[in-house]
């Protein structure tokens, strides 16, 4: 899967730093409790049902803590599961298993609730031509395994940050004076600093919808909040020459007739900003 922003790097600083976090000078109950010595076999457990997500994080920060540890896939990410399926197995260190285990936890449990909620809202709009994707409301520093969740549920990444596309938001198109200055300025800002990014701006009616239809020099038009009378409106208006967002307010329950006004994208921050995590379990034993 080819995501920009999922580097080695990046994903290493970041089981890097959630290590750091949860270990601090030592896990003192394990350290304590037991002895080095013991060898442990443990299951990932599924106990409930959903699509999988955090394989390939869970197998990086089981080697992060102990490079001797070793790891049986039985499931990858994106694959269907459901209760009592076993996702992997680890066998090694039980120190260094129990150490790893809330970790990977954490991660798994909310990536695969976003990748099944994802998948969820996919099935939905499906046999339209519009495509399910997230936005910015994600969780500070998890951003990176939010948005990927939501790749492996079959949905599609917004700009990731502030620095790798422009959005003028209302807020933008307000400060700015209105929809035209918004525009130049942003484009004149652009050419000053020799980037090119993709620009995408808000409206809210369809006034505003022909305004930027008559100023031009944007990628991809945002229709906010509005009607399903509004939109299909504003669709027609629009009629291929750049593509469209539809967001704010959307439901499941009304997610399929916004996607058959025929908009290309649907931005659900529901995705990421009030999913519920799907129920996973680190079981260990000793081998004896």
């Known amino acids: ?49 959903g699509i999988l997500a955090g394989v390939a994080v869970a197998k990086k920060i089981a080697e992060a803590v102990d490079a001797t540890l070793q790891i049986q896939l039985l499931k990858q990410d ?65 951003r990176m395994l939010e948005k990927w969740a939501v790749a492996i549920g079959g949905g599609l990444n917004h700009r990731f940050a502030l620095y790798d596309m422009v959005m003028l938001k209302d807020n933008h198109v307000d400060l700015a004076g209105g929809v035209q200055p918004a525009i130049e300025h942003v484009t004149d800002y652009l050419r000053a600093k020799h980037k090119t990014l993709k620009i995408e701006i808000e409206t809210r009616t369809l006034a505003e919808v022909e305004e930027v239809l008559r100023v031009g020099g944007v990628d991809v038009i945002m229709l906010d909040n509005m ?29 399929r007739a916004v996607a058959e006004c025929g908009v290309d994208y649907i931005s659900v921050g529901a995705l990421t900003h009030s999913v519920k995590s799907l129920d996973l379990s680190l079981k260990i034993s000793v081998v004896p």
């Open 78 to 142: 994106g694959d269907p599961i459901t209760r009592g399926d076993i996702a992997f197995t680890v066998t090694g260190k039980a120190q260094s298993i129990l150490v790893a285990e809330r970790l990977i936890l954490n991660c798994m449990q909310r990536m695969s609730g976003i990748a099944t909620y994802t998948h969820t809202l996919c099935k939905i709009i499906e046999g339209t031509s519009a495509r399910i994707m997230d936005t910015r409301k994600t969780t500070p520093n998890f």
């Open 227 to 255: 009607s399903l009378t509004d939109m299909k409106q504003a669709v027609a208006l629009i009629g291929g020459r750049y593509k469209t967002e539809a967001s704010g307010g959307i439901t499941e329950a009304t997610l």
């Open 1 to 49: 899967m080819l995501l920009p922003y999922l580097t080695d790097a990046a994903l290493e600083q970041f089981v890097r730093l959630a290590l750091a976090e949860d270990i601090g000078e030592g896990d003192h109950s394990t350290l304590g409790a037991v002895p080095p010595t013991t060898i442990g076999h443990a299951v990932l457990l599924v106990k409930d049902t």
